[in-house]
């Protein structure tokens, strides 16, 4: 069955940098375009980032410019590099696939304070 686990989260100061990864398995890793989100109790996750099978991206304005997603198909992994960190950062960060259904991962705590 599909599986996605997130690793990489932690405290980090204002300004600083994360890589948040992703191990994907139980599909064809290499077919389907892969997400990034974000969400923070009471509020709607946020997609932050997403990458095509292609390799096309997107990012969300909150993010572009500091935040970059990758993927490689050989170890079906994709990556979510974090640069220039902001206090507004902070929030538990999911890998996502989108196929017949929405699949999710269990969640990495990123927190960006002093």
């Known amino acids: 069955q599909v599986q996605l686990v997130e690793s990489g989260g932690g405290l980090v100061q204002p300004g600083g940098s994360l890589r948040l990864s992703c191990a994907a398995s139980?599909?064809?890793?290499?077919?389907?375009?892969m997400s990034w989100y974000r969400q923070n109790p009471g509020r709607e996750r946020e997609q932050v980032a997403a990458?095509?099978?292609?390799?096309?991206?997107y990012y969300a304005d909150s993010v572009k410019g500091r935040f970059t997603i990758s993927r490689d198909n050989a170890k079906n992994m994709v990556y979510l590099q974090m640069n220039s960190l902001k206090p507004e950062d902070t929030a538990v960060y999911y890998c996502?696939?989108?196929?017949?259904?929405?699949?999710w991962g269990q969640g990495t705590q990123v927190t960006v304070a002093s």
């Open positions: 990458i095509g099978a292609g390799a096309g991206t």
């Open positions: 139980g599909f064809p890793f290499g077919t389907y375009a």
């Open positions: 996502n696939l989108q196929a017949d259904i929405s699949y």
